[in-house]
């Protein structure tokens, strides 16, 4: 390695012999960054700045009496920042020295920055080590900072005094405030590289993550708390956790006791959103020994809690199933004898109208208890064409009797249209007089109900609605309609609309229910032409 006087003269002739300058001339630096560009270099630099001037502004306070100018380059030599005595600035003002100017050998002849930056190594020229004698009344030590990464220069850190104040003690001071200055940088790269290595980690779980203070305040909150909660981070940041009151409630229980929740089953009721379950664990986290906050992590399990319902009405189910094979059997037989007896009265009174109800109802009977029975399972259709206004003039006159003791009256209005579809008619029937009978129980008082038949050719299909003046539902009870033994009905079972829903749902139809409480209840029906 060669020493700074090698360093000095060498530069001094590249000075002289290579760039024809003139020692005896006054130095000015001419290259310079335009505005756009040095804002450019300050904001990729603004880390290093701040750590620099940290460190810096101490080493003015050790060199107390001694007037210093602090300059602060890039690693090509152009001036990021200069601060410290106003004597010394002022002369250096008078060379060109100022921010956004660029250390050249071939503008400033010998000079510490661009040596430090040539060699690597931290430089002191104190005096007529300078190639400008202009510059002999000063003293200037820079030394190169570098990454912890690569090791390559990322700029230089100089100090500049009076030449009566020189000495190489301020080199030494320099060098080891840089390597105070490297570690500092390094540290807060690696700070920097953890941050978001934390906030990836923090962002790409699916659970929902709450960090707070010692005081309740929130200090992070992440995108799945975001989705799980439907609050923006920004919001929930500025109002803090009275958004979230149940959380919050658990996680302010942490805070004063300093105990950990898990496990913690809580139903949230969402603005515009359906009620969400979660799970929750609230943990407080120390620093030495001391309670610096709470960290509250929860997950939405309401699609496992609906699958764990599913999976325990599907074993319902299954248990009725093989319940109703057995009882089958033994319905089905005295079923079979009445219906035979009923059609030896009705071969002798062939006029006798109550007769045919009574058989067609017998038969609904039967076919009733195979649909208990296959509940579940794949039902066989027996599609025919059906004129559905006959259907439901057929269905109302069926269920006028029934309705007169519940002093209900059925309205219908017709469809103006052709109304033929492809359906099992009894099928259908069955689902028309549920809604029908559902109508009658949620009426106790009597009232009115109006069915009405539209046809859509458009899209091809029929429209049947049921409107009652009954009690109606919650929207919480409509959500449940069509679960297995979901009822809202004091003695019933749960199991009529389920049966409406997978006769509808297997001739490709729909079912639509808008209920609000107090007002009643509608029942839309869509069934497909073919």
């Excluded at 090509?76 to 005595?85: F, P, R, S």
């Excluded at 057995?326 to 089905?332: D, K, P, T």
Aim: hydrophobic share 40%; aromatic share 8%.
């Amino acid at each position: 390695m060669k020493d700074f006087t090698t360093y000095i003269r060498e530069s001094k002739k590249r000075s002289e012999l290579i760039y024809n300058l003139n020692a005896d001339e006054v130095p000015y630096l001419k290259v310079g960054l335009t505005k756009d560009q040095l804002e450019f270099k300050k904001g990729m630099y603004e880390k290093v700045l701040n750590v620099v001037q940290h460190f810096m502004q101490k080493l003015i306070q050790y060199m107390e009496g001694i007037p210093t100018l602090i300059i602060i380059t890039d690693n090509e030599g152009y001036i990021l920042d200069i601060y410290g005595d106003a004597s010394i600035k002022g002369m250096v003002d008078s060379l060109g020295i100022t921010i956004g100017v660029k250390f050249d050998e071939k503008d400033a002849g010998t000079n510490s920055v661009s040596l430090a930056l040539r060699h690597g190594e931290s430089i002191g020229l104190i005096g007529n080590d300078h190639f400008y004698h202009h510059l002999s009344k000063a003293a200037c030590y820079s030394a190169p900072i570098r990454t912890s990464t690569d090791g390559n220069l990322i700029g230089t850190v100089s100090i500049m005094t009076p030449v009566n104040f020189a000495s190489h003690f301020h080199l030494g001071l320099l060098s080891s405030a840089v390597d105070t200055i490297e570690r500092e940088i390094q540290l807060q790269e690696q700070n920097h590289t953890l941050h978001l290595l934390n906030q990836m980690l923090i962002d790409s779980t699916p659970v929902g993550i709450v960090m707070t203070d010692n005081n309740g305040n929130v200090l992070e909150f992440n995108s799945s708390a975001e989705k799980i909660l439907g609050v923006k981070q920004e919001q929930f940041i500025d109002n803090g956790l009275e958004q979230i009151r149940k959380i919050g409630e658990y996680i302010q229980i942490v805070i004063e006791t300093g105990k950990k929740i898990e496990n913690v089953e809580i139903l949230l009721s969402l603005e515009n959103e359906k009620s969400k379950i979660i799970y929750l664990d609230v943990l407080p986290f120390f620093d030495k020994g001391t309670m610096i906050g709470a960290f509250a992590q929860f997950r939405d399990i309401t699609n496992y809690y609906e699958l764990q319902q599913k999976v325990v009405e599907s074993e319902k189910l299954s248990a009725i199933g093989k319940l109703g094979t057995g009882l089958a059997h033994e319905i089905r037989n005295p079923l079979t004898s009445i219906i035979g007896l009923a059609q030896l009265l009705k071969e002798n009174n062939h006029d006798n109208k109550y007769l045919e109800i009574i058989t067609a109802e017998l038969e609904r009977m039967k076919s009733l208890v195979n649909q208990f029975v296959s509940l579940g399972k794949p039902t066989d259709f027996e599609r025919t064409d059906c004129n559905v206004d006959n259907l439901i003039i057929k269905t109302v006159e069926l269920m006028n009797s029934n309705a007169h003791l519940h002093n209900v009256k059925i309205h219908f209005k017709a469809s103006t249209t052709i109304t033929e579809v492809t359906i099992d008619e009894s099928k259908i029937k069955q689902v028309l007089i549920n809604f029908i009978k559902n109508a009658f129980e949620a009426m106790p008082l009597g009232g009115n109900i109006w069915i009405q038949l539209n046809s859509d050719p458009s899209n091809k299909e029929v429209h049947i609605s049921i409107k009652d003046e009954g009690e109606g539902m919650t929207e919480e009870e409509v959500n449940k309609l069509g679960t297995p033994f979901f009822t809202t009905k004091k003695s019933g079972l749960g199991m009529g609309l389920p049966i409406c829903f997978d006769i509808i749902k297997a001739h490709q139809g729909k079912i639509k229910i808008d209920s609000y409480k107090g007002k009643g209840t509608i029942v839309h029906l869509v069934l497909p032409f073919k």
